[in-house]
């Protein structure tokens, strides 16, 4: 689901979303529960929270692919404040022992129970169109995930064999079980006939959630 401003959320961490162009989330620890996030996206905690790094397996390939080797980890009680710094929505979801596959660097923060890792994206269509062409994010466990969807984010569930086709970096989310392969789409007709651009597949069943914008691009209309 995706959070607004002042949403609170009954698991056990209590999670508190402000402002509605640049959200930051407040994440309030009691004793028992712990959370991870990229070290860059803290603005804020309380000095008594405990704050560690987590080590993350496959350093060597992750940080080939540009993805985080370190990560960290808050412990309560206390509260600690997060944001990516872009223009966006919070979406929060929470997970019973599913696997979800996450677009890199849309991650925000996720409950300590929850297991991260990688999965490599594989064959050539897909690697041209990931990101770093290498890896995405994949959370599974019992817990919350936090994530951070530029612009506006759709959330949808394809049906079993359903498809639809994305921009290779709108996706935001997708359950393990929705397939994805990027392909070229070809320009049949008219002046530019013979050239096309590339989008991804994703094939049901299971959820997908894509946004509305590309931080990675420039910004139309924009002057010097």
Excluded: C
């Amino acid at each position: 689901m995706k959070l607004r401003e002042g949403v609170t959320t009954d698991e056990g961490i209590r999670v508190r979303v402000e402002g509605h162009l640049v959200p930051i989330v407040e994440l309030g620890l009691d004793a028992s529960h712990a959370v991870y996030f990229e070290h860059h996206t803290i603005l804020a905690k309380s000095p008594q929270l405990r704050v560690g790094l987590m080590a993350v397996r496959g350093a060597l390939r992750r940080m080939l692919a540009g993805l985080p080797v370190l990560l960290t980890k808050a412990e309560g009680p206390g509260t600690v404040a997060l944001s990516r710094d872009g223009v966006g929505e919070i979406v929060a979801l929470e997970l019973r022992g599913e696997a979800i596959d996450v677009l890199e660097h849309r991650f925000l923060a996720a409950s300590a129970s929850v297991g991260y890792g990688a999965v490599r994206v594989r064959g050539i269509k897909n690697l041209l169109g990931s990101g770093t062409g290498f890896f995405m994010d994949r959370f599974q466990g019992n817990g919350l995930v936090l994530l951070h969807g530029y612009g506006d984010v759709i959330e949808t569930e394809l049906q079993a064999g359903q498809a639809l086709d994305l921009d290779p970096f709108a996706w935001l989310y997708k359950d393990a079980s929705v397939g994805m392969e990027t392909h070229l789409v070809n320009l049949t007709t008219g002046l530019f006939g013979g050239s096309g651009f590339v989008m991804s597949r994703f094939t049901g069943p299971g959820r997908l959630a894509y946004q509305s914008m590309d931080p990675l691009s420039p910004l139309e209309g924009t002057s010097e």
